[in-house]
């Protein structure tokens, strides 16, 4: 099992930038892969990107490509997603998820964090 904690949500202009982490605790880190998620408000929970268990492969939503960024730090337990260029519409609680297989649906996902929030003025 593992438990995971994100920060670094917070309130910035449109063309901004900010890095979320999730940290894990529990065994086997680099056993699961990891994958952000994000909520606006009357939105379903939608895909932004995964990784998998030895960084070997990353996939990201069309809507992010060649903004956001996702990475691992097995040494640390840590994922992390670096998002430039903000938009408002990258408004949202972003979630990260753990599991054996990397996946894009939020259902495959058995173990999730919290939530940051992400808001991106215009």
């Known amino acids: 099992q593992v438990q995971l ?7 910035v202009q ?6 979320l982490s999730c940290a894990a605790s529990g065994r086997a880190f680099s056993s699961y ?7 606006a408000p009357g939105k ?4 932004v990107a995964v990784i998998s268990r030895n960084s070997g492969s990353t996939y990201y939503a069309d809507s992010v490509k060649g903004r956001f960024t996702i990475s ?4 640390k337990n840590t994922v992390y997603l670096q998002m430039n260029s903000l938009k408002p519409e ?20 058995n173990y999730w964090g919290q939530g940051t929030q992400v808001t991106v003025s215009s």
């Not at 449109?14 to 890095?19: F, I, K, N, Q, W």
């Not at 379903?44 to 895909?47: G, K, N, Q, S």
Request: proline share 2%; with cysteine; glycine share 12%.
């Open 44 to 47: 379903e929970r939608e895909f």
């Open 33 to 39: 892969a990891l994958g952000w998620f994000r909520q």
């Open 14 to 19: 449109a063309g901004g930038s900010l890095r």
């Open 90 to 109: 990258d408004t949202a609680v972003y979630y990260c998820a753990a599991d054996l297989r990397p996946a894009i649906v939020a259902a495959s996902y």
């Open 5 to 11: 904690v994100e920060s670094g949500g917070g309130l």
């Open 72 to 75: 691992r730090d097995n040494a």
